[in-house]
Nanobody, 123 residues
Framework: QVQLVESGGGSVQVGGSLRLSCAAS????????VGWFRRAPGQEREFVAA????????YYADSFLGRFTISRDIDKNTVYLQMSSLKPEDTAVYYC????????????????WGQGTQVTVSS
């Protein structure tokens, strides 16, 4: 069974950048879309961005437009989230997830999740 494995998290200062990766382990992305979500301490899981695997169409939550960029590399079987101009409020565990039928911002539409990677932004 294909598993999603995130990497690239870490600690960064305000204004810095990080690139998260989501690799499909044990197979290839066969889902319609792959998304990134995050969960900050004490908060609900929040949609960040998604991309369709085949066509590379993208969809962002408004609050991340211009700072975060989602992309995918079909040859490497990996989806990326490039994050820039990071703020302390971006501190969270970031998850990638696969959606079988549509590219949405709803948690319930995603049926496979990675274990998450911690991002900490300090001032």
């Amino acid at each position: 069974q294909v598993q999603l494995v995130e990497s690239g998290g870490g600690s960064v200062q305000v204004g810095g950048s990080l690139r998260l990766s989501c690799a499909a382990s044990g197979g290839t992305f066969s889902s319609f879309a792959v998304g990134w979500f995050r969960r900050a301490p004490g908060q609900e899981r929040e949609f960040v961005a998604a991309t369709t695997w085949s066509a590379g169409l993208t969809y962002y939550a408004d609050s991340f437009l211009g700072r975060f960029t989602i992309s995918r590399d079909i040859d490497k079987n990996t989806v990326y989230l490039q994050m820039s101009s990071l703020k302390p409020e971006d501190t969270a565990v970031y998850y990638c997830a696969a959606a079988p039928r549509s590219m949405t911002d709803r948690v319930r539409d995603y049926d496979r999740w990675g274990q998450g990677t911690q991002v900490t932004v300090s001032s």
